[in-house]
């Protein structure tokens, strides 16, 4: 069965970090790119960056350059996001989702991670 | 990037047909044939409906369909069904080659 397992809800203090795994079973880790996607409460879906198939390339949103570092574990399929300098701006739920190279939609999807910034 | 434009809220009753609009640029929707639709029921990951504008991944009924002109694209449910009530959001590649998703859209079935 292909799916993305996520990491647990995280509470943290403005100003820390956060790192949040997402464990692919199914499917052929390095062959998918994974996107990491979140929402805060009420509001859209907002794309943050990519981390490419193959060689794990990144891509990020203008807005996360130099906030946020990928990072992926091959020998367990678990790809990593991680979030510094936390604001309360940041609280959201977290999601990373699989594409087939050049598909360029995401097809599968972890069930979310709830990250709260607060004091 | 701004996100793409949608209406708030559409309804309709059950068996009538409602169509989303999504409305981005020409550095996304209008260059690139790759919108993509999602389904978000409350508390719940994003499905995907469309791909490619107009394509159904196995699975998603054919009472939904997609299409595009210039800058905006459309999902079209119909035949309304009480299940299709829910968020939905599009979402488009970006001439830098990131993403995009749409400001979202309630269905509401009555």
């Known amino acids: 069965q292909v799916q993305l397992v996520q990491s647990g809800a995280e509470v943290k203090k403005p100003g820390a970090s956060v790192k949040v795994s997402c464990k692919a079973s199914?499917?052929?880790?390095?062959?998918?790119?994974i996107h990491w996607v979140r929402q805060a409460p009420g509001q859209g879906p907002e794309w943050m960056t990519i981390m490419m198939a193959g060689g794990g390339s990144t891509k990020y949103a203008r807005k996360f350059q130099g906030r946020v570092t990928l990072t992926r574990d091959t020998s367990t399929s678990t790809a990593y996001m991680e979030l510094s300098s936390l604001t309360s701006e940041d609280t959201a739920v977290y999601y990373c989702a699989a594409e087939r190279p050049n598909d360029h939609y995401m097809d599968v999807w972890g069930k979310g991670t709830t990250v709260t910034v607060s004091s | 990037q701004s996100a793409l434009t949608q209406p708030p809220s559409v309804s309709g009753s059950p068996g009538q047909s409602v169509t989303i609009s999504c409305t981005g640029t020409s550095s996304d929707v209008g260059s690139y044939d790759r919108v993509s639709w999602y389904q978000q029921p409350p508390g719940t990951a994003p499905k995907l409906m469309i791909y490619d504008v107009s394509y159904r991944p196995s699975g998603v009924p054919d009472r939904f369909s997609g299409s595009k002109s210039g800058n905006t694209a459309s999902l079209t449910i119909s035949g309304l069904q009480t299940e299709d009530e829910s968020d939905y959001y599009c979402s488009s590649i970006t001439s830098s080659g990131t993403y995009v998703f749409g400001t979202g859209t309630k269905v509401t079935v009555l």
């Open positions: 199914g499917f052929t880790f390095t062959s998918y790119h």
